[in-house]
């Protein structure tokens, strides 16, 4: 018995955090948020962008692919644009009505003595609606947000804005031009069309997931030991990523309410 208890107690002291991504994480797909944010960055591209219709569905789906998020893909091409407009646009007219309070597991996530982070590509705006709108805002010690990795000075990181946020500083100004033709595009979908591109593709300056280094800088922000963090994603390909960080990992399931997430919530909170 005592050998038994000593092996529980190892057990309960392996992880320090548990750190959360937030879409599709924390509430289930079948919420629509996704969908609807999809369409409003393709809405965005051609409204404000002016990108042609007939070409959207095949980029975006290159862009998010290689650089992780549109956003992120949009800069590296050739496009620039402020990015608070970018996202109030594209987070801005969501059926937020669409999320409900969740309170198995607020009391589940309550219940367990561990730090409890967000981590998200989504703007700290997004992260506080959607965090509020499940009742979990008070459930986090932090958001690590797209601002958290893309303040305007890198070195100037601060919390004082909000209680559950690690923000960076306001991008409002970050730049204002949208007009292509202003600078060159990188013709992504041609590069891609060649059965052997050999050119390479630009970089973006955009610190997002799936970057390892976009993981290995958020865990820096929080002062957090990779290998005593559990992380919890709906992404394969961000999970992958943060194995190679040396994260423990938990990949959630689309189809119902953080299944796996919760199976591994309620096994660490096992006394």
Known sequence: MEYEGRFRQAQRQKYDCLL????????????????????????????????????????????????????AGLRAIGYDFDYDEYHSFVHGRLPYENLKPDPILRNLLLSLPYRKLIFTNADKVHAIKALSRLGLEDCFEGVICF?????????????????IEFVGSSIANHTTNTSASNF???DIIGHFA????????????????????????????????????????DSARNIQAGKRVGLDTVLVGKSQRIKGADYALESISQP
Do not use: W
């Open 20 to 71: 959360f991504d937030l879409d599709d994480t924390l509430y289930p797909l079948s919420c629509g948020i996704a969908k609807a944010c999809g369409q409003n960055i393709k809405d965005y591209m051609v409204e404000k962008l002016g990108i042609d219709r007939s070409i959207i569905d095949d980029l975006s789906n290159h862009l998010y692919k290689n650089y992780g998020t549109t956003m």
């Open 147 to 163: 601002e958290t990795l893309n303040p305007i000075h890198k070195n100037s990181v601060s919390d004082d804005e909000d209680d």
């Open 184 to 186: 060159q595009i990188f």
């Open 194 to 233: 060649q059965s052997n591109p050999s050119q390479v593709l630009p970089k973006t300056p955009i610190i997002c997931k799936p970057s390892e280094y976009a993981i290995e800088l958020a865990l820096k922000i929080a002062n957090l030991d990779p290998q005593r963090t559990l992380f919890f994603e």
